[in-house]
């Protein structure tokens, strides 16, 4: 797998491919160095199936902190072979992930992933200014999903770490975003920033950072993406709702990339992606020293393994 920085990624024999499928993750990170992962509170079995599948694809080694008795337990329960994984007893979900977060501080894990521990606990542990994994930008999370109702991958960010963000935290999320598809070999992605309408209404404060933004954009103040919106969600992502609005957009349609305007809207469209979408997702914490995998209860085995095939990536 070869990347360039220009819209595609190129396979080995010199053929194009575009971003359809989660696999391509699974290729990049088999092109890369391979990286151990530091698994915060490991003792849970469809996080412990995710790390078996990555080893078994040779994307990762990993290092599991937590309640060692009930690890082995579920191990055994998976045929999960643990003769090679360093395995440190922690039984303290928040302690273990403090442990976890050490590891990545200390280069002897480049990945960090949340097992059983509350998702504000976990984070918490990486935010912490002593022990932390914070590199003076913003945290904020990403999601790529693979759609049957959509031609390419789509991504969707922060449905999970940024609470209310301020336009000044939305510019921070969009830089971290587009990094993000800059290293994916993406060079100018699409971002459709979501509102409930299309055109800019003083008394919808989601259509002013739209616009907003999208100025920024066009002022070269944000770089390396084309930004529109404010854009509704249909607008967005159907070019027959573009037309049928006479929408005159670069993003509306064809969108790489949604910008959300809080965690409410973005994390109810995340789970109907999934839920009623029949969408995978794989995704990640960007901003952080290294790439930090936090997969809800709700995701699929396969869309597990894709966040670590995504963060071994990066
Ligand atoms: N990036 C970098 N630094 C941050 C960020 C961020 N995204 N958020 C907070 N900080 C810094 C602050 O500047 C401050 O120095 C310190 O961290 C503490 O910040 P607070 O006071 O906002 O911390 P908390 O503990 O009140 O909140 C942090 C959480 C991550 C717990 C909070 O933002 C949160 O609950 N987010 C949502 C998590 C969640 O429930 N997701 C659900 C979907 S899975």
Redesign the pocket.
Known sequence: MLLNLKSEVWNNHGEKMILKSLNTFIEIAKSKPKKKIAVAAAEDQPVLEAVASAMKEGICDAILVGCKSEIVKIANKINFDLSNVEILNEEIPAQASRIAVQLVRENKAQILMKGLVG??DF??AI?D?EIGL?KG????HIGFFESPNYHKLIALTD?????APTLEEKVAILNNAIDMFHRLGIANPKVAVLAAVETVNPKMPATLDAALLTMMNKRKQIKGCIVDGPLAFDNAVSEEATHHKGIVSDVAGDSDLLLVPD?EAG?VLYKSFTYFGNAVVAAIIL?ATAPIV?T?RADSDRSKLMSIALAASY
């Open positions: 998702t504000a984070l918490r935010l200014k914070r930008q913003l945290l904020s449905v999970a770490q940024n609470i965690i994390n901003g936090l809800s």
